[in-house]
């Protein structure tokens, strides 16, 4: 863990206030305090949202995401990940597009960093590395899949989710 925050960390500081707004059809949204951004291969986007503590929700381009729960019901978008520091969740059942309805953040370079509240991540070309101080943990997000960092370790997700990663 210690040489992924030092590496994420290494980056190029990007400055938050160039990420706090998203751009939809033209129309931008002023995200206040929130922060949205998308890699320069545009298979990662990502988006902070007052109504979940900050927490980072990202619409990854999985090539093999994981499969709808037998359960689920609804639009199932396997590339739905939350990572709020204690835990990492890869796929969603979705009534809405929550915060992305407001579109897409600033590309984020490869090289660069960006340090909001709890969090700091780094646009690579092998994908996001997104670490959270906080808990001491970090995820990285490609086409590839999700890799976490730290205590989190897979549990078993709940109804409605494909996979869970959690400090337990």
């Not at 990285?140 to 205590?151: E, I, T």
């Amino acid at each position: 863990m210690p040489g992924v925050t030092r590496w994420v960390e290494a980056g190029a500081a990007g400055d938050v206030s160039d990420f706090d707004r998203a751009t939809r059809d033209g129309v931008t949204t002023e995200l206040g305090d929130q922060v949205a951004f998308v890699t320069p291969s545009g298979k990662t986007q990502c988006m902070t949202d007052e109504k979940s503590d900050g927490a980072l929700a990202c619409l990854v381009s999985l090539t093999d995401p994981p499969p709808r729960p037998a359960e689920a019901y609804g639009e199932w978008i396997g590339g739905w990940v939350e990572f709020d520091g204690a835990a990492v969740q890869v796929g969603a059942v979705r009534a809405d597009p929550g915060q992305f309805s407001a579109g897409t953040g600033a590309e984020l370079p490869y090289g660069s960093t960006l340090r909001f509240g709890d969090y700091q991540c780094r646009s690579d070309p092998d994908g996001l590395f997104c670490v959270n101080f906080a808990h001491r943990t970090a995820v990285a997000l490609s086409d590839a899949g999700v890799q976490p960092f730290g205590c989190l370790r897979e549990v078993e997700p709940p109804e409605f989710v494909g996979v869970r990663y959690a400090c337990e």
